[in-house]
């Protein structure tokens, strides 16, 4: 068995000092490993992440919308804020929840493979029943029963970095996770276009690569081992929670994630409708894939480079503001000049500032977390921005899109969301 996949052994004192970086270390730092993750244990987690990507964003993007399109199209920007809006507030509910429980897991299996596997079982379920649905209401109840799977499997993802990554590794494997999410969408559309596939095809073939690509990481991963915790209560929840939230560093590290976010979930959740119903492009299903390709690529090359950057300068949070702000030009550049070359052009600058965004937050993050005894917990706190936001903005934005400024409206959100993103960030102390 690889070194990789074995305990991490404990930070000496002198580690938490970040004086190989330079870096001003969080206080979770000093229980964070030291032995380096491996080449193939990076490649194989990111593979798992490629899946959640595919699984959880091409039916918001592509196979929702179509399956509206054809259940109710007169009201078809409602009701998809409708489905996601609901969805995302079981995952308000389902991922500090999971968190919790993932913590407090013990099993032969292990606590973080244990919530892996069920959840990204019942995701792939769910994305089955949802597919089959016919009627608004029950792709609402399908959809919104998924998101717990998703949450309890991000439950158990997330927290492996803090578990098993070194600090200066954690930009690096931050990358592995944010650069396949374009990937994963772009293979996924691609996949549903050239096939010609139905929604409901297109939900089945995504769960099957979903369980694909989970399952080699499952088969090499082996969890550590913790001591009892006692059992979880309502009070001791809201308690840790209210505790993890009053910490200034960690609580302005989840307003910019929550902000930064919005904005790109905004930019993107109704490109469909833009180029079809604002546009009028002669081929929007091409037109989106061509976007999303544009997204992938930049995306990738970004998240990598900022990622590695991040890590060998021991900073975080200029790479952090300077990707935030590509979003929020893409978002501004949108408003201004909504044609079909401008989107090709504000997808490819939105995609590297994500990309780099997420990879590098991602690692400031886990460097903010107020208590090693609860990463899970505070992990799941913390992906509620991430979460979340995807599944408000479809609701968000069926407002702004049906005002009388209508998408340009939209996109200037984009950039003011992004922008006071940046400002939060900023905030944080604890991290350079």
Request: aromatic content about 8%; proline content about 6%; some cysteine.
């Amino acid at each position: 068995m690889p070194t990789e996949f074995h305990a991490p052994a404990p930070v000496p004192p002198a580690a938490a000092t970040g004086a190989a970086t330079g870096a001003v270390l969080a206080p979770d730092v000093g229980h964070a490993p030291t032995e380096p993750v491996s080449r193939g244990w990076i490649a194989l987690f990111g593979v798992v992440w490629f899946g959640f990507w595919m699984a959880s964003l091409v039916p918001l993007q592509l196979l929702l919308p179509q399956q509206l399109e054809i259940i109710d199209p007169a009201s078809k920007v409602h009701s998809f804020a409708v489905v996601n809006a609901l969805a995302g507030l079981v995952s308000l509910l389902a991922l500090p929840v999971c968190g919790a429980l993932c913590d407090r897991s013990r099993s032969r299996f292990g606590r973080r493979r244990l919530w892996l596997a069920g959840g990204a079982l019942w995701f792939a379920a769910g994305l089955a029943i949802t597919g089959e649905q016919t009627t608004v209401t029950g792709m609402t109840l399908a959809w919104s029963a998924s998101m717990l799977g998703l949450s309890a499997a991000t439950a158990g993802l997330t927290a492996m970095i803090a578990d098993r990554v070194p600090v200066g590794q954690r930009g690096l494997v931050s990358s592995a996770i944010y650069g396949p999410q374009a990937l994963g969408v772009v293979t996924g559309i691609a996949l549903v276009s050239v096939l010609a596939l139905s929604p409901a095809s297109g939900y089945l073939v995504i769960a099957a690569l979903l369980i694909v690509c989970t399952v080699p990481f499952l088969a090499r991963f082996r969890d550590t081992s913790y001591d009892a915790e006692p059992a979880l209560s309502l009070r001791t929840l809201l308690t840790s929670m209210g505790r993890s939230l009053g910490n200034r560093d960690f609580a302005w590290a989840f307003g910019g994630r929550l902000l930064v976010n919005l904005a790109n979930s905004l930019g993107v959740c109704y490109t469909l409708y833009f180029l079809t119903d604002d546009l009028k492009v002669p081929d929007p299903a091409g037109s989106l894939l061509a976007c999303t390709a544009l997204y992938l690529v930049a995306g990738v090359l970004a998240s990598s480079v900022a990622g590695v950057l991040s890590d060998r300068l021991g900073r975080r949070r200029i790479f952090v503001a300077l990707a935030a702000l590509l979003q929020a030009a893409s978002g501004f550049l949108l408003a201004s000049f909504p044609n079909l070359g401008v989107t090709l052009v504000a997808s490819a600058v939105m995609g590297a500032g994500f990309g780099a965004y997420m990879a590098v937050d991602q690692a400031l993050i886990t460097q903010v977390l107020p208590d090693a005894e609860s990463r899970a917990q505070d992990l799941g706190i913390m992906n509620i921005a991430a979460v979340v936001p995807p599944s408000l903005a479809p609701l968000i934005a069926s407002f702004l899109i049906t005002s009388d400024r209508g998408y340009p409206l939209l996109f200037s959100c984009v950039g003011v969301a992004a922008t006071v993103g940046v400002l939060l960030v900023y905030r944080v102390r604890s991290v350079r």
